[in-house]
Each structure stands twice: as C-alpha cells, then as structure tokens.
C-alpha cells in the first residue's frame, strides 16, 4: 500500500488541479463575454448602416434592403451593442414599388436623422423614383409615404440641421457630367426646406472625385455632416465597396467654406492588410459616428467576413468600433491595424442575452405559432396580395404556389431569414404533394436571380422526389434528383453552409440522407455572383408559369449559425 498511496495523493491533486482549471477558464470565458460584444454587431447583409439619437439615450440604426422588402429595417438601443428592430421603414406597399428591379437595385443606402421630435430618413429607391424623404414622430413607424426629390441627382442622400438652416448632401455626377476617369464622382449640397421637404436653390459641389483628385479617387459616396468643436465635419466613403473601401474626412469652420482633408485619411480602412490573413474582416466603409451619454464615440460601418481573397456569403455586415479624437479628427481605434471581432463594452453596458440574437453563434427556431412574422423575414420585391397565412393552417405557415419562380423580377413566394454565419445551417419541416412535375416546393439558398441552389419537394414520372436546383443564366437545372416513397406528404429538409461548401439533406421522420455534398459555395459568393447583397435562407414554392391552386405548408424553420471565431 505505501506505493499506491502516494500516486492515490497525487492523481487527487491533479484531478483538484483540472477541475479548478476547468471552473477557472469557464469564469474567465463568462468575464470575457461579459466584457466584450461580438463583432458585426449586424450579422448577415446588413450594409449601409446610418445611425442617430433622440438626446435622451436612445439610439436608432437602419440599413440598405436592395429589392427585398419590407424595406430599411430600424433598429433601437440604449447602448450601442443590445440591439432589437423595432420595425421597417417602408412596410407599406404604396411606400415601395420593387416589382422590375433585379435584387441589388432598389434601396441603396438610407440615412436617418432626428431634429426638433422629427425623425427624418433619406435614401434612393434605384432604377425606381429616384430619391425621397420620409418621416416619423415614433421611429416604429408608421413613417409616412415617400416625398420625391427630383432635384437631388444621385444616390445616398443624408439631411444635416444646422442652427438655423437644414441641408441634403449626396453622391452625383461629376462636374458638368464629364468624368476625368471611372469612378468619378461628387459630393453635392442643397440647402434644404424641413417644413415642406424640398431643396432650396441650386447644388453646391463640396467634394470632387475625393480627397485627393490627383490621385482619381473613385466612388466618393455615403456622406455625413457633423457640427462639433467649432467645424462642421464631412465624412464620406471612398473606393468602392470592395476591397479597396476606405472612410475619409474633411473640415471647415464655416459650411460656405471649402473643406479641408484630414492630411492622415483614411481614417477607417483594410485595404493596406495582407488579403491571406487568418479570419480577415474587409471592404470597411461606409461609417456613421455617434457618442454615448457616457461621452464615448464610437462609429457603425460596413465591412465584411472574407473567405479565400474576398470571397463571402454573408454580404456586407454592421460592424461597430471605438472612436478616438486626435488632433480634433476623429479616427477609428481599432486598437492596432486590423478590426476586431471583439471590442470591451462600452462603459456600464451589459450584454441582454434575452434579445432575439442578431450576432455570435446561436439557433433560433421560429414554429409559426404567432399571429404574424417576425422582423427578420423578408420578401423578394412588393407583394402585391397575400399569398401566405399563418391562420389557415393553426402551426403552419402556408405559402400558395403561385407562377412567379426565383429567377424572374417580379415577387415570388419566397419567405427569407439571411444568412448570418460562414458555418450554419437552415432547415424546415414540410407538407406538400403534387400531381404535376411543374409545382414544387422547399429551402432555397438565394443570392440573385441566377445564383441559388434550390432544395425542394416535387414530382417526376408519377413519383415523388426531392430535387437540388442550380440557378443560372439561362435557366435553373436539376444536379441531383432521388425517388421518395409514394405516400411521402411531410419532409423535412436541410441546407449547411460550411464556409466554402453547401450540402444537401432530407429525411423522412429522422432518417437524414445527403442529396448533394461539397456543393459550390464560391457560386453564392458576392464576387461570383456580383451585387451587393449576401445570401438569404428561405421557404419558396412554384408553379412555374402555371397557375395552381396548390399550397405548401411549413411546420417549422430552424436556423443555426456555428462560427469558430465566436468558439474561440
């Protein structure tokens, strides 16, 4: 026993050791997660993001939503980092007319204000009406129809109140609409009459080509005016939203001045960083600046999660980072080169972990048990009737199979939620038969009309199959088929994103089978597919130019989102 005893004293010790270790990381992982917020803040295509506050602590964000609608959802906080929508902006038909506009068309980058217990939002319906004006008292709507802007010519119209007088700035032509380059572009001002929402006089040119035109700086867009320390500061994106993405900034101590640029710009940008480093965030741009009640600045921007040179699926996404004043400048401190996935908590700020997440990893199921759909679901362009119903079938959401498909411009039935991470998964339980090859209905991972994989329930040659759809250019082809049971009504089926690769599954009960495996995910990438929106994860059924009295009901919708750079 005198040899057993002393290894007995130490295998307890070690495992005392272990056991001390293993409650000691847990409790640094809970007071890292207590202390930091994940970045994006937005995940999934939540570009363009602008943001403002009402002066009593509560602050508001909203982004660009292209030809899907509702349109511009909004957000609320009273911290920078809990958010939850609260609704969207253009929520009515008669507000947003989409049908036409392929999906990167439409709303191109909305801008909201608040002056004097107004909220204000500007943006551009593209390919559409061009710009317009909308407002709210409650900026959970109802906001109020569109006031066109014909005078504005451009894109991303942004209203600045000034003491005693009100502007709209906004991306335009080049001077006398003769470009020296691709690429060259304005930033213009109108003076702006609040009461009756509409510009006053002629357009002034504030910025041409960019900070520098000697060096034909391209895509001068998404500006921003700020009154503080005695200048009035104009920010604005620089580059494109690719790559080359940047965030400049100009100065003044009178408006009717010309602005000066800051001699260190860019004051946000990834573009100098190696494209082959590990878990890259680029593309950062398009910025807002805000400070907190605590007197803290910080700045939402887009950027984007890159897999393999500037590939990604999940679009362009809000991001949120500290801001430093230098000099009286305000710069980015993104605490060394590079963005992080992590910032600490602004000071006294918590993370709710009851709201309906928005990021890190998480599974959220949606069982149609409520008497109307979540924010998060989209449309693809205006519904024109309702064709879906959540009361028909108690449990269900049933979705009418009608002859609009994906690959046309008019508004499908298609109900999306987006993806939001490089490694997750969507899945739904499904009831629906058919006596004619044409109908179908499943799970579609959507990025346009020509790139999306479409994994549904149909029949062929008398029989039931599941089926995965390729889009394309010309038409969608079948790539993989299998004969079902006869008797087969429910199905549940599954689409799994694993960074670069989609696979395929069904089952009947709990007997999960692959259809397709290692599919391209490249193909569902914005650089493949161009654009700028990411891709959508949704519940569609056709008849393919046929009318049907058919309908396809869904029992249930889960989505999971698994990202290693949260595990870590």
Same mark, same amino acid.
């Not at 056991?19 to 939540?46: D, H, R």
């Not at 020296?180 to 109108?190: A, D, E, K, P, V």
């Given at each position: 026993?005198?040899?057993?005893?002393?290894?007995?004293?130490?295998?307890?010790?070690?495992? =005392?050791?272990?056991?001390?270790?293993?409650?000691?990381?847990?409790?640094?992982?809970?007071?890292?997660?207590?202390?930091? #917020?994940?970045?994006?803040?937005?995940?999934?295509?939540?570009?363009?993001?602008?943001?403002?506050?009402?002066?009593?602590?509560?602050?508001?964000? *909203?982004?660009?939503?292209?030809?899907?609608? %509702?349109?511009?959802?909004?957000?609320?906080?009273?911290?920078?980092?809990?958010?939850?929508?609260?609704?969207? *902006?253009?929520?009515? $038909?008669?507000?947003?007319?989409?049908?036409?506009?392929?999906?990167?068309?439409?709303?191109? /980058?909305?801008?909201?204000?608040?002056?004097?217990?107004?909220?204000?939002?500007?943006?551009?319906?593209?390919?559409?009406?061009?710009?317009?004006?909308?407002?709210?008292?409650?900026?959970?709507?109802?906001?109020?129809?569109?006031?066109?802007?014909?005078?504005?010519?451009?894109?991303?119209?942004?209203?600045?109140?000034?003491?005693?007088?009100?502007?709209?700035?906004?991306?335009?032509?080049? %001077?006398?609409?003769?470009?020296?380059?691709?690429?060259?572009?304005?930033?213009?001002?109108?003076?702006?009459?609040?009461?009756?929402?509409? *510009?006053?006089?002629?357009?002034?040119?504030?910025?041409?080509?960019?900070?520098?035109?000697?060096?034909? $700086?391209?895509?001068?867009?998404? %500006?921003?005016?700020?009154?503080?320390?005695? #200048?009035?500061?104009?920010?604005?994106?620089?580059?494109?939203?690719?790559?080359?993405?940047?965030?400049?900034?100009?100065?003044?101590?009178?408006?009717?001045?010309?602005?000066?640029?800051? !001699?260190?710009?860019?004051?946000?940008?990834?573009?100098?960083?190696?494209?082959?480093? +590990?878990?890259?965030?680029?593309?950062?741009?398009?910025?807002?600046?805000?400070?907190?009640?605590?007197?803290?600045?910080?700045?939402?921007?887009?950027?984007?999660?890159? #897999?393999?040179?500037?590939?990604?699926?999940?679009?362009?996404?809000?991001?949120?980072?500290?801001?430093?004043?230098?000099?009286?400048? %305000?710069?980015?401190?993104?605490?060394?080169?590079?963005?992080?996935?992590?910032?600490?908590?602004?000071?006294? @700020?918590?993370?709710?972990?009851?709201?309906?997440?928005?990021?890190?990893?998480?599974?959220?199921?949606?069982?149609?048990?409520?008497?109307?759909?979540?924010?998060?679901?989209?449309?693809?362009?205006?519904?024109?009737?309702?064709?879906?119903?959540?009361?028909?079938?108690?449990?269900?959401?049933?979705?009418?199979?009608?002859?609009?498909?994906?690959?046309?411009?008019?508004? $499908?039935?298609?109900?999306?939620?987006?993806?939001?991470?490089? !490694?997750?998964?969507?899945? *739904? /339980?499904?009831?629906?038969?058919?006596?004619?090859?044409?109908?179908?209905?499943?799970?579609? /991972?959507?990025?346009?009309?020509?790139?999306?994989? #479409?994994?549904?329930?149909?029949?062929?040659?008398?029989?039931?199959? @599941?089926?995965?759809?390729?889009?394309?250019?010309?038409?969608?082809?079948?790539?993989?088929?299998?004969?079902?049971? +006869?008797?087969? =009504?429910?199905?549940?089926?599954?689409?799994?994103?694993?960074?670069?690769?989609?696979?395929?599954?069904?089952?009947?009960?709990?007997?999960? !089978?692959?259809?397709?495996?290692?599919?391209?995910?490249?193909?569902?990438?914005? +650089?493949?597919?161009?654009?700028?929106?990411?891709?959508?994860?949704?519940?569609?059924?056709?008849?393919?130019?046929?009318?049907?009295?058919?309908?396809?009901?869904?029992?249930?919708?889960?989505?999971?989102?698994?990202?290693?750079?949260?595990?870590?």
């Amino acid at each position: 026993m005198r040899k057993v005893i002393p290894f007995l004293i130490i295998a307890i010790a070690l495992w =005392s050791c272990n056991t001390k270790s293993k409650e000691n990381n847990t409790t640094l992982q809970k007071e890292i997660e207590q202390s930091y #917020y994940n970045n994006p803040i937005l995940a999934g295509w939540y570009p363009d993001p602008s943001i403002t506050d009402d002066g009593k602590g509560n602050y508001y964000l *909203v982004n660009s939503t292209f030809s899907y609608f %509702p349109g511009i959802p909004i957000f609320h906080s009273t911290d920078l980092v809990n958010w939850k929508q609260i609704g969207n *902006v253009l929520d009515r $038909p008669e507000q947003l007319e989409l049908e036409g506009l392929g999906m990167s068309r439409g709303i191109f /980058a909305p801008d909201i204000s608040y002056d004097n217990g107004i909220f204000y939002l500007t943006c551009t319906v593209v390919d559409g009406k061009g710009n317009f004006v909308v407002t709210a008292e409650n900026p959970a709507g109802p906001w109020s129809n569109p006031t066109y802007l014909p005078e504005v010519n451009g894109i991303d119209p942004a209203l600045f109140f000034d003491d005693d007088k009100s502007y709209i700035i906004y991306n335009s032509d080049a %001077p006398d609409n003769k470009p020296l380059y691709q690429g060259h572009r304005t930033i213009r001002m109108f003076e702006f009459d609040k009461e009756n929402l509409k *510009v006053v006089g002629k357009n002034r040119i504030l910025i041409n080509g960019g900070v520098d035109i000697s060096k034909k $700086p391209v895509w001068i867009e998404g %500006p921003r005016m700020y009154k503080l320390n005695g #200048y009035y500061y104009l920010m604005a994106a620089e580059g494109g939203t690719s790559v080359d993405h940047s965030e400049v900034i100009l100065r003044n101590k009178n408006i009717n001045d010309e602005f000066i640029p800051y !001699k260190d710009n860019p004051i946000l940008t990834q573009r100098q960083l190696d494209p082959n480093r +590990k878990d890259p965030i680029t593309s950062a741009g398009h910025a807002d600046l805000i400070q907190t009640k605590n007197g803290e600045w910080y700045g939402v921007f887009l950027a984007t999660r890159d #897999y393999e040179n500037d590939h990604y699926n999940t679009g362009r996404e809000t991001f949120l980072a500290p801001v430093k004043w230098v000099n009286d400048w %305000p710069i980015f401190d993104l605490d060394g080169e590079t963005i992080k996935y992590q910032y600490p908590l602004p000071k006294g @700020v918590k993370i709710n972990k009851e709201l309906f997440k928005l990021n890190g990893n998480f599974t959220y199921t949606e069982n149609f048990d409520n008497d109307k759909l979540g924010y998060n679901w989209m449309f693809l362009r205006t519904p024109k009737d309702t064709w879906y119903s959540l009361e028909e079938k108690k449990g269900y959401l049933t979705i009418n199979t009608r002859p609009e498909t994906l690959s046309g411009i008019k508004n $499908p039935s298609f109900i999306g939620h987006r993806q939001q991470h490089l !490694k997750g998964s969507a899945s *739904v /339980a499904m009831d629906f038969s058919t006596q004619t090859p044409n109908e179908s209905a499943g799970l579609v /991972a959507f990025q346009n009309e020509a790139h999306f994989y #479409y994994l549904c329930k149909s029949i062929k040659n008398g029989n039931p199959v @599941v089926e995965l759809i390729k889009g394309g250019e010309k038409e969608p082809t079948v790539i993989a088929s299998v004969d079902l049971p +006869k008797t087969t =009504s429910t199905i549940q089926l599954k689409i799994e994103a694993n960074v670069d690769t989609y696979n395929f599954s069904y089952a009947i009960g709990n007997d999960w !089978k692959i259809l397709a495996a290692n599919s391209d995910g490249k193909y569902l990438s914005t +650089k493949v597919a161009g654009g700028f929106v990411g891709v959508t994860l949704g519940m569609y059924t056709t008849s393919n130019g046929k009318e049907s009295i058919n309908k396809a009901y869904f029992d249930s919708f889960t989505y999971t989102g698994n990202d290693a750079i949260y595990e870590n």
